[in-house]
C-alpha cells in the first residue's frame, strides 16, 4: 500500500480484515466475576452472599494460605476445595493464572510488611 493510499484509510480503521482478539480480562475482573462472592472483596473470606450461603468460604488472607505455593491455589481452583467447586471448565489456563496472581496481590496489600514500601 502507497503512502498516498494509507492517507485514505480513516482514523481508527484496521488495514487488514482480521479483527484483533478481544482484551482478556483481567485476574481482578474474574476473581470479582467468580470468588469475591464468596471469599469477599479483599480475599477475607467475608461473602457477598452473607449467611444465605451455608458454608464458611477461606480466608485467603488466614496466615495458612499466606504460606500456600501459587501452585497450590491454581490446584484449588482447577479441583475445588471442601464446598468449592472446580472452576476447571469454566476458567481457562491463563485465566486460573490470572485469578492465582490477584489473590497474590490481596494477599500483598492486606500484609504489607516495612521493606514492601522500600
Known amino acids: 500500500m502507497t503512502l498516498a493510499a494509507i492517507a485514505l484509510v480513516p482514523l481508527g480503521c484496521a488495514l487488514s480484515a482480521s479483527r484483533p482478539a478481544p482484551p482478556r480480562k483481567t485476574g481482578g475482573q474474574l476473581y470479582a466475576q467468580t470468588c469475591a462472592v464468596c471469599h469477599g472483596a479483599l480475599g477475607n473470606g467475608i461473602p457477598t452472599l452473607g449467611a444465605a450461603y451455608g458454608a464458611k ?3 485467603l488472607q488466614a ?5 500456600y505455593s501459587d501452585g497450590r491455589i491454581y490446584g484449588a481452583i482447577v479441583l475445588g476445595k471442601n464446598a468449592m ?3 476447571a471448565a469454566d476458567l481457562p489456563e491463563d485465566a486460573r493464572w490470572a485469578v492465582v496472581h490477584y489473590v497474590r496481590a490481596l494477599q500483598r496489600a492486606q500484609n504489607a ?3 514492601d514500601l522500600k
Open 57 to 59: 468460604p477461606a480466608n
Open 63 to 67: 496466615p495458612n494460605f499466606l504460606a
Open 113 to 115: 510488611k516495612d521493606e
Open 85 to 87: 467447586p472446580s472452576y
